[in-house]
Every structure is written in structure tokens, then in C-alpha cells.
């Protein structure tokens, strides 16, 4: 399968929740007028984009909701479950780990660490909260496939480097400042700021 | 100016990030070399993205960082000040409250609103947490330019539709939905499980 776009791989994404959707409505089949108008797209688009993984549509049938949130599921490896630790007991963490689409999707958060005494051995939704100078022995006999980075800029680079070195592949990272790491990391970036951003530029050219 | 895409300016944004990163380090110049490398893109794309915008660089100098970053802010809308109101007193809206960067880029929180009684009347951060019920007519006196929602996705629907009713353009999403909304409306969604479904694929792929 050749490689695919980031956005393409979020658009994806976005398709599968709206089948998610349709599946619950009980809808059997759905055209791609409809996923484009649901998920803010071009019937063109979700044509395009679904194409690259064979035929799906039947002309004039549309999509089987079943087949094609299979598919979607297994192209975005979602046919499996996933170790999850987050690094970082603020506010953030705290959001994330009551977050119960993670749970559902077979994002299983398996561990949460701090730095602060204070929080160190309470339990958060079942999961307890660890001293980070476990971390690096930790996730050596117990490993992660995916770390989740909700510390201050300052700190974030060196364990950045800390999960390289472990050989964690995956980093979700919060913290607004770019991480330098290998090509074989693959480092996803929430910035809120970025997202006020695109916005901010929506308004002035609006 | 051309409309550019969601992709580019989401680059442009994080081109600002690195120029006040360097900024601060006292470098006057910056090749898109250096660009590239720090953003994680090709200096191809750097150049590319930028020449949307006239021409920046000088053939071996590199970029001006000051002159650029003015020019960046500007492109972004980020000359001027924007009021922001978070809805929704959870976790989430808890941690957006306490961003310092917004602040720092021109985004001013201005008000929360919750309807839980026991969070109403509370403050937090400086900001008073105020009663939903209370959203319609608050808005319409003191309107604001971006609404945050950080609200289960049961009651996302109708507060949308509410802020479109009042005449908010920009609107940031938390809950996991899709929203409908009129296309002068720029809606942006944050959705967690799509981001770790990113990594997912990453994963799968690798």
C-alpha cells in the first residue's frame, strides 16, 4: 500500500466516526454526498480518498457502512489495542485520562507519571499515578506503544529523548515547542495556540 | 491575497513558533534549511509555503526573523486581540483556562459558562464561571470572536446553533462530533482519539 498524507489519514478518520454514526442510526448504505456533507468535504473527495484502498461503492448503492468501517478500522490500525502512557498529571492529563473515546477506540492508557510528591500514588479513573523516575524502568519491563506528552516546554525535550532511547515509537506531545527526534519516531503535535491560529486566520480573511 | 489551504497555514503557524524561538536565542537570519529541519518538512515546502506571500528571503542571506515573524503575525491575523469564551467548566475547559499561551498570542479568555450550579460563581484563573443559561444574552451585549466547546457531545448541537444564532464566526470543538453549521463559520475540531489515530496508522505502517 503506498503511503499515505497526514490529512489524508485524518480524513479517514473523520469518515470513521460518521460510520460509526450512520451504523447506530441503523443505516446499511451511505453515498458519498452524504459522508462529504457530514464531514465538510467534496463528494469528489471522499471518492478520491477511499479509492486508494480499492473499490468500495457500488454506483448508485453507495457504501455498506459495515464493510467500509472495517476497512477504515484496519487501514487505520485500529484492529488492535494500544499501551498508552502519559507523561504529566496536570490538567491536561487529567482530561485525558477520563477520556472515554480513547478506552473505546483500544486506546488503553496504562499509566499515568509526575514529578510532584503530592500527586505520586493517587489513582486517577483506576489508573495510579507513578514518580517519573520510574518511567525509564518502567516502560523497559513494561512497554508502551504510545506516550503522551502533557509536561512544560522546558522538560519536554529530555524526555523526548528518554522515550527515544527506550524505544517508544509514538508520541502524542502537548507541550508547545517542536520536538527534535529520528525519522522512525512518529511525533504528533497538539499546539491549543495553533488551533486559535487557523482561526484567527479564518477571521482576518473572512 | 489567494485563500491557502488549512495545511499551509497550519505550517505558517508553526514557521511563527520557530522564528520566536529564534528570536529569543538573538539569531537576526535563518535559512529555510533551518526552517525545514526544526519543522520537521523539506526547505522546498518552507520556500513554497512563504512565496504565497511575496518574496521574503535574499539568496544566501536567509529570511529576516524579525521581519519575517512581523509578516507571519499579519498573514495570521494575529495583529490585534481576540475575546474568547470557553463553554463548558470540565477538565478540558479547566486546562484551556490556564494555557498561558493564549494570553500571550492575543487570545483573551473572557468568561466560562457551565451548568452545573455547583461550578457557577466560582473563580478560575481570575475568570468567573458563569450560568449557560445566562450565554444568549451575554453574548449579545458583550459579543466575543471565538467560542471554545468543551461539552459532552450530546448538548454540542445546540449550543452550536446557538452561537450561530448569536453571529459567532470562529468556534473551536472539543466534544467528539461533527458539528452542521453555515459555511461562514469556520469551525475547528480538536478530537484526541483522532490524533492517537494518526499514530495508530503511523504504527501499522511503520
Redo the contacts between chains.
Keep these: 500500500?503506498r503511503?499515505i498524507s497526514?490529512?489524508t489519514?485524518?480524513r479517514?478518520?473523520?469518515y470513521?466516526?460518521?460510520l460509526e454514526e450512520f451504523a447506530r442510526l441503523g443505516k446499511a448504505t451511505v453515498s458519498s454526498d452524504e459522508m462529504a456533507q457530514?464531514?465538510?468535504t467534496t463528494p469528489a473527495q471522499v471518492r478520491k480518498d477511499l479509492s486508494f484502498f480499492g473499490s468500495f461503492g457500488k454506483r448508485g448503492l453507495g457504501y455498506d457502512v459495515v464493510e467500509l468501517s472495517d476497512r477504515l478500522r484496519d487501514?487505520?490500525?485500529?484492529g488492535r489495542t494500544?499501551r498508552?502512557t502519559v507523561i504529566g498529571a496536570?490538567?491536561?492529563g487529567?482530561?485525558?485520562v477520563?477520556?472515554r473515546?480513547?478506552g473505546?477506540?483500544?486506546?488503553h492508557i496504562v499509566s499515568v507519571y509526575d514529578n510532584d510528591e503530592a500527586k505520586v500514588g493517587r489513582s486517577w479513573n483506576g489508573v495510579e499515578v507513578r514518580d517519573v523516575r520510574q518511567l525509564e524502568s518502567d516502560l523497559r519491563t513494561e512497554p508502551v506503544?504510545?506516550a503522551i506528552l502533557a509536561i512544560p516546554p522546558h522538560v519536554a525535550q529530555q524526555t523526548m529523548d528518554l522515550l527515544v532511547g527506550i524505544g517508544v515509537?509514538?508520541?502524542?506531545n502537548f507541550a508547545?515547542i517542536?520536538l527534535?527526534h529520528p525519522d522512525?519516531v512518529?511525533?504528533?503535535n497538539?499546539?491549543?495556540?495553533?488551533?486559535?491560529?487557523?482561526?484567527?486566520?479564518?477571521?482576518?480573511?473572512?
Tied chains: 1, 2.
Design positions: 500500500m503511503k497526514e490529512s489519514v485524518r479517514l478518520s473523520v470513521l466516526g460518521l457530514r464531514g465538510h487501514i487505520l490500525g485500529l494500544y498508552v496536570g490538567k491536561i487529567s482530561a485525558l477520563q477520556y473515546e480513547f473505546e477506540r483500544g486506546f506503544d504510545i515509537k509514538a508520541v502524542l508547545p517542536r527534535s522512525e512518529t511525533v504528533q497538539v499546539n491549543m495556540a495553533l488551533e486559535l491560529e487557523t482561526l484567527s486566520y479564518a477571521l482576518r480573511n473572512s
